[in-house]
């Protein structure tokens, strides 16, 4: 059981060195972090099962044509992949996980940015049609971390990992497809009256 002290880092080394081994330790390692943050997104089985497959069979090919350089980051280099595989999956789908907000968790509760969160509530508030055909008319980069933050519970910090932003340039665009998202709605006027 030694291997289970080796660090990603070098259990990588090993790999592209020839040891086949040493993948199937770095999978068992991490395949319930993975696993879980695909069906987290997807909440189907077969899908995720899918998707985890098809995480490493790129993380193999990426591997074998020694193109890997994030030293030492190994499990957010992986998540990376699982997730441009998932935005993948619902762009050609063209559905998204719809979030349902309760009382003990609203959507805007947990941002740190306070007129982040008003802006937010307002426009949950007024808007009774179908959030998602909305939210398609944003640039893609605000729409990512918006669906990311309202419909996949992420913090900021996650989002920048994944994005490979800085939390500040996350928090913008989030900031920013929250203005434009009230822009829209003015747009297809469907503000309610008080």
């Known amino acids: 059981m030694a291997h289970l002290h080796i660090p990603d880092a070098l259990l990588v080394k090993n790999y592209i ?5 040493a993948l199937s330790t770095l999978i068992k390692r991490h395949e319930s972090k993975i696993y ?20 490493f069979i790129k993380v193999i090919k990426t591997l ?8 030492g ?14 935005v993948d999956h619902f762009r050609k789908t063209k559905k998204m996980p719809m979030y349902r907000e309760t009382e ?9 940015d306070d007129s982040l969160t008003i802006e937010g509530k307002m426009i949950l508030d007024q808007v009774e049609i179908d959030l998602k055909k909305l939210i398609e008319e944003l640039p893609d980069d605000q729409k ?5 933050r309202m419909y996949q519970d992420m913090s900021f910090k996650e989002i920048s990992e994944l994005t490979d ?14 203005m434009n998202l009230r822009k829209i709605i ?5 503000i309610l009256t008080n």
């Open 64 to 71: 074998k044509s020694n193109s890997y350089n994030e030293e």
């Open 186 to 190: 003015d747009k297809h006027q469907i």
């Open 104 to 112: 003990e968790f609203s959507i805007f509760s947990v941002m740190s």
């Open 165 to 178: 932003v800085s939390i500040n340039t996350a928090l913008g665009r989030m900031r920013y497809a929250l």
């Open 144 to 148: 990512e971390v918006l669906v990311m």
């Open 17 to 21: 060195d020839g040891n086949e081994v």
């Open 73 to 86: 980051k190994f499990l957010p280099w992986v998540m990376r992949i699982s997730h441009n595989l998932i």
């Open 36 to 55: 879980g943050f695909i069906y987290s997104k997807i909440a189907d089985r077969d899908i995720s099962n899918d998707i985890f497959q098809d995480t």
